[in-house]
Structures are given as structure tokens and as C-alpha cells.
């Protein structure tokens, strides 16, 4: 029970992080953790900016997709997280936004590079679903998604976002943050010429120079100190 409400509030200071950290859009977006043990998860609730979101708002949602505890409404959109969690056992967070670069630069059909340092997080795979730009509303479309997904950290959503996970809330959050800053990086080079990137080798050195364990939680730490000092309200 101590578990499940620590995990309520780190479901929460994620979304209060992602608001500043360049996810904010209106109400938009949600994230969500795996209940350990149970076919079920916590989850951001509808009708709530990413900054508004206290402990209190967040909902639990069976993997059938329905509202099993909390007052406030469903995103939805989730069957993206109940589709990833049946599909990928080792993911225990599911973060989908709508972040500006990452939108744009799913658009383009082009590879990310490890332009940055934060593109070798994605170096071995960044697949980009466009099956379809609408709504991911059925848990036919959620499938969809997580095929494409399949063992990647990441997949953008052409002309609609981006999906996260990773096996804490703590990692996934970090890397929606570090997936948009990738983005922006390399849509600011190309736009100004031709830009260069980490060879392959390099990208696996510095991923593994840089998002230990250690410095992620050193980081996760940092991102909570900086939500709660530039808390809206
Ligand atoms: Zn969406």
C-alpha cells in the first residue's frame, strides 16, 4: 500500500516535470505507471494541465481500459498504455505527449542521429508509427502502436507525438525530456546546414559514460528540486 502511494506521487511530480520540461500542451498528454502484481495501472487524469496534477488526481485503470478507482476522468488515448503494458512485461512506465520538436521532427521521416549526447539513448532504434495520425481511442490502435514500438525506448507518432517507456517512472521521465531536447538539437543543425553526429561506436560509449544508473537517479533528483522550485501554484 506504502508502494502504491509513493508510486501516485511520482506519477504526479513526473507529470508537474514534463510541464516545464517542454510537454506541456494544454490537457493534453498522460502518464501512466504499472501497478506491480496486479493488470492494472496509475494514471494522469483527463481535464488537467501536466503542472495541475497532485497525487489526488490520479486515477487507476484496469488493462481492459476502464476507470477502476479516482474521481477525476480517463484520458481517451489509453489504450496506448494498456496495449504497451500487455505487449512489453519489462516497461513499468508509459509516458505519450505531445512535445513541439519531437512533433516536427516526426514529420519529417528522417532518422534521428546522435547529433547530442541525449541521441544515443536512441541510438539502436526510434521507430516512427504512421499508421494513422488520429487518436489512439481502441485497443485495436493501441496494438498497433506497441508493434511499432516493439523493444524500442521510444516511437514517435507522426503528426500526433510521442510514447516513452522505460522500467521506472523515474527513467521514462528522463528520457521524454532528453527525446525532445534530441529533436530539437537536430532540427536546429539541419536547419542551419549539414550537421554531424557520433559515430555508432561513440553513441554506445557516451550512453554508457552518461545514463548510469547513478547519474539517471542523480538527475531524477534534480528535475523534482527544479518542478518543485518553479511550481506554478
Ligand atoms: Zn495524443
Sequence with gaps: MDDLVALRDKVAISCNILAIEG????????????VPGENAMLM??????????????????????????????RHSEVFIHTEIYKARPD???????????????????????????EGSIFHDGLPLFDYT??????AELGVKVAEKLEGARAVL???????????SVETATLYAIFLEKACRIQLLASA???PSWSSDEEAREKYDQIYTPHRLGSMWDYFVR????LAID
Design 23 to 34: 510537454h506541456w500542451d494544454n490537457i493534453l498528454g498522460h502518464v501512466s505507471a504499472r
Design 44 to 73: 494522469k487524469p483527463h481535464s488537467y494541465g501536466f503542472e495541475e496534477i497532485r497525487p489526488y488526481h490520479i486515477i487507476k485503470v484496469d488493462f481492459d481500459g476502464n476507470k477502476i478507482e479516482g474521481d477525476y476522468e
Design 91 to 117: 516497461v513499468n512506465c508509459v509516458i505519450h505527449s505531445h512535445p513541439p520538436y519531437a512533433t516536427a521532427f516526426g514529420s519529417l521521416r528522417q532518422p534521428l542521429r546522435p547529433v547530442s549526447h
Design 133 to 138: 495520425t488520429v487518436l489512439i481511442r481502441t
Design 157 to 167: 507518432m507522426k503528426n500526433h507525438g510521442t510514447t516513452v517507456v522505460a522500467e
Design 192 to 194: 542551419s546546414g549539414n
Design 226 to 229: 527544479r518542478a518543485k522550485r
